[in-house]
């Protein structure tokens, strides 16, 4: 997989992640020109799309594209499980996801993705360990958070 995109049906982009190098304005032009050909596309057609030297596979959900962009040669039809397994994880922590948690718990959707993908393979196919990291991270912060808390208030700052 070259990237993944995630945007709303207004073409805000919500969350993008590169595994191949390109500079920031080249990163626009694609971004720009992906959201606003998917969103011109209309619900019937095809979600695979054949663009420069790769293919597009996107998937709404909700208020939600995920597209990815991945080699001629690759499989569309496993693309679309990845992201279907990706938004399985996002809807098993976030409790039916929505454009507004990704919104303000990106931070979160970036760890879930870095943890089921690496360099743009699947990393983990168990959503069971997926969650697991992600529940070990969130017990970390709030650690470092009830730490941090502390700390101020033993030197009369809190």
């Known amino acids: 997989m070259h990237f993944m995109l995630l945007f709303s049906r207004q073409g805000k982009l919500r ?27 209309k619900p019937k057609m095809c979600a695979f799309i054949e663009w420069k030297d790769l293919k597009i596979v996107y998937k709404r959900y909700a208020s939600l ?19 279907h397994r990706y938004v399985e994880l996002l809807d098993q922590y ?26 743009g393979e699947v990393q983990e196919t168990s959503k069971k360990n997926v969650l697991k990291a992600i529940a070990a991270q969130d017990l970390l912060q709030e650690r470092m958070r009830l730490t941090r808390r502390d700390s101020l208030t033993n030197h009369g700052l809190g």
Request: proline share 0%; net charge negative.
């Open 15 to 41: 969350l993008q992640k590169w595994y191949m190098a390109h500079s920031e304005k080249m990163k626009k032009k694609i971004t720009r020109d992906l959201v606003t050909m998917i969103l011109a596309r």
């Open 65 to 83: 594209y995920f597209c990815c962009a991945i080699e001629q040669s690759d499989n569309e039809l496993l693309c679309l499980e990845i992201i």
């Open 94 to 119: 976030f409790g039916s996801v929505c454009e507004l948690d990704i919104i303000f718990n990106f931070e979160k959707a970036y760890f879930m993705l870095d943890e089921f993908m690496l360099g």
